[in-house]
């Protein structure tokens, strides 16, 4: 039977309760009481109250909004267990929104929440973990918040529509303040910075003992519509378009530029969210979309991120160095900077919208999630009375995905393999995060890149229904998310294996599950990282129990540990009327499971946030669970998203 629309149950919602200001309060000692319960089996304990109204309440409050910051960092008390001695001295970093809905009748999407960043700094000498949190003073968030910072002030008026959102009570028509950077997405800590990352606009960078917000990061001068591209750093393009509709997107793109960026503020290239790092060479990597691609049937990247830094203790200078070749390695040592080693563009024939990525040695890779124009969409989102994201439909219409292999190194280059065609994956998803990628050399002499990741049906990633939003009656409904179809809908966690031969030539294409013994969704793929680009054994990710009747699927209630050789699959789960955020792998030795994950835990019915410390290597065990420490309960924060562990 299929399960009822949750929302229609209640008449009234006001999901974003404010509790009332309070100072935070500094706890000393710590609480040790023996391990209980820890809900190490797929089927957790279920409280009594299993019912379509605690399902709805307990979703929504997982994004109530938290007006209080605390800027003075508070000890949190252990519950379960205790800290490890042989944890690192670090600080795990959680990005989220924080504030949903402000005192004039408007409610957000999640995705249009202002960036609350959360600090949790371990002392494991100390037996201690201090918490802090406060909020990226973006641009928006002072024009927003009643009191011009602080975050707890006395009233807030919500003046920016947001990609996502709709606002009751601000400015409908003839309101062009659309981008909305929140800085919510991700947090990053790189050569001495900390910067807080958003999906459409530059980054945030942060103090990373106090959180005060530093101010804008222009990472690469990629800021604006009318940006240059230095000199000798022509796009890569490729296309088997006719050249008249060529020339008729570059003419529409050339018009788009400054309505895009004049009118509605859109910054000339957009940077994601999703970042990754090359631990053998010391590299970030970052990619960045043109503005226009939104509208276009055809994409812009810039691999624009290819960082060197060695011994990046105090906060570095910036320093840019543009233009260096392909055809030549990197310079072969680095001081104590940012130095910007390589950047490439290309042009892809194609509408796509990415979230996440993938690097291997060789290669940039892309898994293209296909989108198309929606006429009356984008008419009802200039008036205003709908989200500007309306404007944008996914496109089902063939049934696999594009996957682009863009050269990033001289070999991948000289092969001469036509990178503008994709490779068609030969089942149909919705890319959604990328664990892990690696290329290896086959029997044949040619490559192998397999990518570890998950992927969802494109009816399940649906832009007017993300997280349940509804902007005509300010509510977060589940159902959608939880229906009977929605077990095939959701997120899983795939190996896609693509073969190339000695010419660099493709071969074939493979999709399958990581694990037969993991069928239910599961999504947020992480992997320890020093084994990032390269093979690797272990995979961590959120994942469904199916214990709750009403919320089977959505919010995630596990964490599973997939063994990518053998298939295996080992739970924790939550018990009652909880869920749990991204897992972070913490290294403690050389063995790839030996270390520590950390993930946050809401128990919503508690009106409490938990940090929980698992044992890798116990996962699937009773004794998995070696650490619980709980968050002030004023405190309490709504689901983040995307989390980074940072040795001091």
């Given at each position: 039977m299929a399960t009822p629309p949750i929302g229609l149950t209640h008449a009234a919602v006001h999901i974003h309760h404010v509790p009332p200001r309070r100072r935070c309060v500094r706890h000393c000692g710590i609480l040790i009481r023996s391990a209980a319960g820890t809900g190490t089996g797929t089927g957790s304990s279920v409280a009594?109250?299993?019912?379509?109204?605690?399902?709805?309440?307990?979703?929504?409050?997982?994004?109530?909004?938290?007006?209080?910051?605390?800027?003075?960092p508070v000890p949190l008390r252990v519950t379960e267990g205790a800290i490890p001695p042989d944890f690192p001295t670090g600080t795990y970093y959680l990005a989220g929104p924080g504030m949903f809905s402000d005192d004039h009748g408007s409610t957000v999407h999640p995705l249009d929440g202002h960036g609350y960043l959360r600090s949790f700094r371990f002392h494991p000498g100390e037996r201690t973990v201090h918490y802090s949190a406060r909020y990226v003073e973006t641009a928006a968030k002072r024009e927003e918040s009643g009191d011009g910072g602080g975050g707890g002030g006395a009233s807030w008026r919500f003046t920016h529509r947001g990609p996502f959102s709709v606002l009751q009570g601000g400015k409908k028509v003839g309101n062009v303040?659309?981008?909305?950077?929140?800085?919510?997405?991700?947090?990053?800590?790189?050569?001495?910075?900390?910067?807080?990352?958003w999906e459409g606009g530059e980054p945030y960078e942060m103090d990373p003992r106090?959180?005060?917000?530093?101010?804008?990061?222009?990472?690469?001068?990629?800021?604006?519509?009318?940006?240059?591209?230095?000199?000798?750093?022509?796009?890569?393009?490729?296309?088997q378009r006719p050249w008249l509709q060529e020339t008729g997107l570059d003419v529409a793109a050339h018009l788009l530029r400054p309505v895009l960026g004049g009118v509605f503020n859109m910054p000339g290239k957009r940077m994601l969210a999703h970042y990754k790092v090359d631990p053998r060479r010391g590299r970030l990597l970052m990619v960045a979309c043109n503005a226009e691609d939104m509208l276009l049937p055809r994409s812009n990247f810039t691999f624009c991120g290819q960082f060197t830094h060695l011994n990046c203790s105090n906060h570095p200078r910036l320093r840019l160095v543009h233009n260096v070749s392909m055809a030549r390695p990197p310079p072969a040592e680095y001081d104590a900077h940012f130095v910007l080693v390589q950047k490439r563009e290309f042009v892809v024939p194609d509408h796509l919208l990415i979230h996440d990525w993938a690097c291997t040695d060789s290669h940039y890779v892309l898994l293209g999630n296909r989108i198309k124009l929606d006429i009356p969409g984008l008419l009802l989102a200039v008036t205003g009375t709908h989200p500007m994201v309306a404007a944008l439909a996914v496109d089902p219409s063939r049934q696999s995905t594009p996957v682009y292999l863009l050269p990033r190194s001289p070999e991948a280059v000289a092969s001469g393999r036509d990178w503008s065609v994709p490779i068609e994956a030969p089942s149909q998803m919705w890319s959604v995060h990328v664990g892990n990628a690696?290329?290896?050399?086959?029997?044949?002499?040619?490559?192998?890149?397999?990518?570890h990741m998950?992927?969802?049906?494109?009816?399940?990633?649906?832009?007017?229904?993300?997280?349940?939003?509804?902007?005509?009656?300010?509510?977060?409904?589940?159902?959608?998310?939880?229906a009977v179809k929605a077990k095939e809908w959701?997120?899983?966690?795939?190996?896609?294996?693509?073969?190339?031969?000695?010419r660099?030539?493709?071969r074939r294409c493979s999709v399958r599950r990581l694990s037969d013994q993991c069928t239910r969704p599961a999504d947020f793929p992480a992997i320890n990282q020093s084994h990032a680009n390269q093979r690797n054994r272990f995979i961590y990710a959120c994942a469904a129990s199916g214990s709750r009747r009403f919320l089977p699927y959505f919010p995630f209630d596990s964490v599973v540990k997939l063994g990518v050789s053998d298939g295996s699959a080992r739970w924790w789960s939550t018990d009652g009327r909880k869920f749990v955020g991204e897992p972070v792998f913490i290294p403690t030795g050389d063995g790839e499971d030996d270390g520590y994950v950390l993930l946050v835990e809401y128990a919503v019915?508690?009106?409490?946030?938990?940090?929980?410390?698992?044992?890798?290597?116990?996962?699937?065990k009773r004794n998995a669970l070696v650490a619980k420490l709980e968050v002030p309960g004023h405190l309490t924060f709504p689901m983040g998203f995307h989390g980074f562990w940072g040795d001091e």
């Open positions: 009594a109250t299993d019912t379509l109204s605690a399902a709805f309440w307990d979703y929504n409050l997982l994004f109530r909004s938290q007006r209080n910051e605390c800027p003075d303040k659309v981008m909305k950077n929140v800085a919510n997405t991700s947090v990053l800590r790189w050569g001495g910075r900390l910067l807080c990352l106090t959180l005060e917000t530093l101010g804008p990061f222009d990472l690469l001068g990629l800021a604006g519509p009318n940006d240059e591209k230095p000199p000798g750093n022509a796009p890569a393009r490729r296309t690696f290329e290896e050399e086959n029997r044949r002499g040619g490559l192998d890149i397999r990518l998950s992927g969802c049906s494109y009816q399940w990633f649906h832009f007017h229904r993300m997280f349940g939003y509804n902007w005509h009656n300010k509510k977060l409904d589940p159902s959608f998310m939880n959701l997120p899983r966690l795939v190996q896609v294996t693509i073969e190339l031969d000695k660099g030539a493709y019915s508690e009106h409490r946030c938990n940090l929980v410390v698992l044992d890798a290597r116990q996962i699937g």
